[in-house]
């Protein structure tokens, strides 16, 4: 198992759980077809052409665990804002 490859597959499904994570739940389908699918093929991919499932699913599970910290210290306080809810403040003149 190479640390590098783990370490950098590890940041891009930390990256892409925690962006799926903060999709407001009108918008998770959208999210979903093209964030998550892309994101997984991409490291499905990668650990193909390197041959390494097993440190792609391990830096999965790293990920996911990294992301249900995040969520159960920070992310359950503070929702994703909805799109209704965002105001643009601007010159109108």
């Known amino acids: 198992m190479d640390t590098s490859d783990l370490v950098i597959l590890t940041l891009i499904s930390t990256f892409v759980f925690f962006f ?8 998770f389908w959208l999210g979903i077809v ?3 699918l892309p994101g997984g093929f991409l490291i499905y991919r990668w650990a193909i052409y390197k041959d390494q ?3 792609a699913i391990l830096a999965g599970v790293i990920g996911l665990v ?8 920070y992310g359950r306080t503070h929702p994703p804002a909805s799109s209704d809810e965002i105001t643009v ?4 003149d």
Do not use: C, H, P, W
């Open 20 to 27: 799926a994570q903060r999709i407001e739940r009108k918008r």
């Open 34 to 36: 093209f964030l998550i």
């Open 53 to 55: 499932l097993g440190t």
């Open 66 to 73: 990294l992301n249900i910290i995040y969520f159960v210290v």
């Open 89 to 92: 403040v601007g010159s109108d």
